[in-house]
Nanobody
Protein backbone atom coordinates (compact mmCIF):
# COMPACT_ATOMS: atom_id res chain seq x y z
CA UNK A 1 0.00 0.00 0.00
CA UNK A 2 1.53 3.30 -1.05
CA UNK A 3 1.77 6.27 1.26
CA UNK A 4 3.02 9.84 1.08
CA UNK A 5 3.36 11.33 4.54
CA UNK A 6 4.09 15.00 5.03
CA UNK A 7 5.63 16.44 8.18
CA UNK A 8 7.30 19.61 9.38
CA UNK A 9 4.41 22.03 9.21
CA UNK A 10 3.56 24.38 12.04
CA UNK A 11 3.17 27.99 13.06
CA UNK A 12 5.85 30.57 12.41
CA UNK A 13 6.19 34.33 12.38
CA UNK A 14 6.66 36.25 9.13
CA UNK A 15 10.25 35.99 8.01
CA UNK A 16 10.69 32.61 9.65
CA UNK A 17 11.57 29.25 8.14
CA UNK A 18 10.18 25.75 8.05
CA UNK A 19 11.39 22.56 6.39
CA UNK A 20 8.73 20.18 5.16
CA UNK A 21 9.40 16.50 4.55
CA UNK A 22 7.50 14.01 2.42
CA UNK A 23 8.27 10.37 3.10
CA UNK A 24 7.23 7.99 0.34
CA UNK A 25 6.53 4.30 0.89
CA UNK A 26 5.05 1.59 -1.27
CA UNK A 27 6.27 3.33 -4.43
CA UNK A 28 9.71 3.19 -6.05
CA UNK A 29 10.30 6.87 -5.43
CA UNK A 30 13.28 7.04 -7.77
CA UNK A 31 10.87 6.59 -10.68
CA UNK A 32 8.53 9.41 -9.67
CA UNK A 33 8.58 13.16 -9.92
CA UNK A 34 7.50 14.70 -6.63
CA UNK A 35 5.68 17.96 -6.23
CA UNK A 36 4.52 20.18 -3.41
CA UNK A 37 1.13 21.83 -3.63
CA UNK A 38 -0.80 23.97 -1.21
CA UNK A 39 -4.37 24.92 -0.54
CA UNK A 40 -5.57 27.80 1.58
CA UNK A 41 -9.12 27.86 2.98
CA UNK A 42 -11.58 28.79 0.26
CA UNK A 43 -8.92 28.64 -2.43
CA UNK A 44 -8.03 26.16 -5.14
CA UNK A 45 -5.06 23.88 -4.75
CA UNK A 46 -1.99 25.40 -6.38
CA UNK A 47 1.42 24.13 -7.36
CA UNK A 48 4.37 25.28 -5.27
CA UNK A 49 7.36 23.31 -6.49
CA UNK A 50 8.37 20.12 -8.26
CA UNK A 51 11.51 18.06 -8.62
CA UNK A 52 11.95 15.70 -11.54
CA UNK A 53 12.53 11.96 -11.33
CA UNK A 54 16.27 12.34 -11.81
CA UNK A 55 16.42 15.38 -9.57
CA UNK A 56 18.01 17.45 -12.32
CA UNK A 57 15.04 19.72 -12.97
CA UNK A 58 13.01 21.80 -10.59
CA UNK A 59 10.27 24.35 -10.92
CA UNK A 60 8.80 26.88 -8.54
CA UNK A 61 5.70 29.02 -8.47
CA UNK A 62 6.58 32.67 -9.01
CA UNK A 63 5.30 33.49 -5.54
CA UNK A 64 7.94 31.31 -3.86
CA UNK A 65 10.94 31.66 -6.16
CA UNK A 66 14.05 32.63 -4.27
CA UNK A 67 12.48 31.66 -0.92
CA UNK A 68 11.69 27.94 -1.23
CA UNK A 69 13.99 25.11 -2.24
CA UNK A 70 12.99 21.56 -3.12
CA UNK A 71 15.32 18.58 -2.85
CA UNK A 72 15.11 14.81 -2.83
CA UNK A 73 16.98 11.95 -1.18
CA UNK A 74 16.06 8.74 -2.97
CA UNK A 75 18.03 6.63 -0.48
CA UNK A 76 15.75 7.90 2.27
CA UNK A 77 12.63 7.95 0.07
CA UNK A 78 12.10 11.53 1.15
CA UNK A 79 11.55 14.87 -0.56
CA UNK A 80 12.11 18.13 1.27
CA UNK A 81 10.81 21.66 0.89
CA UNK A 82 12.91 24.29 2.63
CA UNK A 83 10.81 27.40 3.11
CA UNK A 84 12.53 30.63 4.07
CA UNK A 85 11.32 34.19 4.57
CA UNK A 86 7.79 32.96 5.03
CA UNK A 87 4.94 35.37 4.46
CA UNK A 88 1.35 35.35 5.73
CA UNK A 89 0.18 34.51 2.21
CA UNK A 90 2.10 31.21 2.46
CA UNK A 91 -0.43 30.04 5.03
CA UNK A 92 -2.04 26.86 3.71
CA UNK A 93 -2.11 23.12 3.98
CA UNK A 94 0.85 21.73 2.06
CA UNK A 95 0.56 18.46 0.19
CA UNK A 96 3.17 16.32 -1.51
CA UNK A 97 2.28 14.40 -4.59
CA UNK A 98 3.86 11.96 -7.02
CA UNK A 99 3.57 11.28 -10.70
CA UNK A 100 5.35 9.00 -13.14
CA UNK A 101 5.49 11.83 -15.69
CA UNK A 102 8.00 14.61 -15.12
CA UNK A 103 6.18 17.15 -17.32
CA UNK A 104 2.94 16.95 -15.36
CA UNK A 105 4.77 17.71 -12.17
CA UNK A 106 7.07 20.38 -13.57
CA UNK A 107 4.01 22.21 -14.94
CA UNK A 108 2.76 22.39 -11.33
CA UNK A 109 -0.69 21.16 -12.29
CA UNK A 110 -2.52 19.31 -9.54
CA UNK A 111 -4.65 17.43 -12.07
CA UNK A 112 -1.54 15.82 -13.50
CA UNK A 113 -0.53 14.14 -10.26
CA UNK A 114 -1.33 10.56 -9.35
CA UNK A 115 -0.66 10.05 -5.63
CA UNK A 116 -1.29 12.44 -2.76
CA UNK A 117 -0.46 12.76 0.90
CA UNK A 118 -2.90 14.06 3.49
CA UNK A 119 -1.13 17.35 4.00
CA UNK A 120 0.58 19.30 6.75
CA UNK A 121 -0.65 22.74 7.85
CA UNK A 122 1.54 25.83 7.74
CA UNK A 123 0.49 29.05 9.44
CA UNK A 124 2.46 32.27 9.09
CA UNK A 125 1.25 34.93 11.46
CA UNK A 126 2.53 37.51 13.86
Amino acid sequence: QWQLVESGGGSVQPGGSLKLSCEVSGLPMKFYAIGWFRQAPGEEREGVSCISTAGDSTNYADSVKGRFRISRDNDKNTVFLQMNNLKPEDTATYYCSATYTDDYCLNLRPDGMDYWGKGTPVTVSS
